[in-house]
């Protein structure tokens, strides 16, 4: 098993330019989430799935989009790239619920520099 | 979810235990404590979780007091390795695992 794998590692964008964060898994979970990390600071949660077609926002939500067409896949979208959203990117996935005693996995990770 | 508290930072001399507190008074009965630990700027690492009983895997040792109000993570022997940041994190639901400052633990030679 790959376990988690995310793409790029490392972007540069510039303001007002979109992209879309990559983000796979092979372990047949059926929850994913991604999670963005500023310097000298936690994770915090962008947008999660508990399943193909059913997506929801968490802490930090604005300016991203996310969409869940199979269980492998859950890309994430910037819609129009701003610098605060400069900062490392991280997929996560999980087989049941992490509340539910189960263990989320996390991915290498994306650096994004917004200019 | 419970909030947790941490130290900033601890230090342990390679080979020996490290113990790593946390705090978590807020805790009610179906929230799980977890740890996780992150090296440089790689992905975090899960490293053990539990409810209620003590647990321990091939990495650590989670210990729960009676009132489930704080925990400590034991590395039994600690190498230059497992320098890292270690948080520790209580959820009752969902994966929004609420990840704080947490403790930069540094293993010294």
């Known amino acids: 098993n790959a376990g988690v794998t995310q793409t790029p590692k490392f972007q540069v964008l510039k303001t007002g330019q979109s992209m879309t964060l990559q983000c796979a898994q092979d372990?047949?979970?059926?929850?994913m989430s991604w999670y963005r990390q500023d310097p000298g600071m936690g994770l915090r949660l962008i947008h999660y799935s508990v399943g193909a077609g059913i997506t929801d926002q968490g802490e930090v939500p604005n300016g991203y989009n996310v969409s869940r067409s199979t269980t492998e896949d859950f890309p994430l979208r910037l819609l129009s790239a701003a610098p605060s959203q400069t900062s490392v990117y991280f997929c996560a996935s999980s087989y049941g619920l992490a509340g539910g005693g189960d263990t989320q996995y996390f991915g290498p990770g994306t650096r994004l520099t917004v200019l | 979810d419970a909030k947790t508290t941490q130290p900033t930072s601890m230090d342990c001399a390679e080979g020996r235990a490290a113990n790593l507190p946390c705090n978590h008074s807020?805790?009610?009965?179906?929230?799980?404590v977890y740890w996780y630990r992150q090296i440089h700027s790689q992905g975090p690492q899960y490293i053990i979780h539990?409810?209620?009983n003590n647990e321990t895997n091939e990495m650590a040792s989670l210990i729960i007091t009676e009132d489930r109000k704080s925990s400590t993570l034991i590395l039994p022997h600690a190498t230059l390795r497992d320098t890292a940041v270690y948080y520790c994190?209580?959820?009752?639901?969902?994966?929004?695992?609420?990840f704080g400052a947490g403790t930069r633990l540094t293993v010294k030679p």
């Open positions: 807020t805790i009610s009965g179906n929230e799980y």
């Open positions: 539990g409810l209620k």
């Open positions: 372990m047949n979970h059926e929850y």
């Open positions: 994190i209580v959820l009752k639901r969902n994966n929004d695992m609420r």
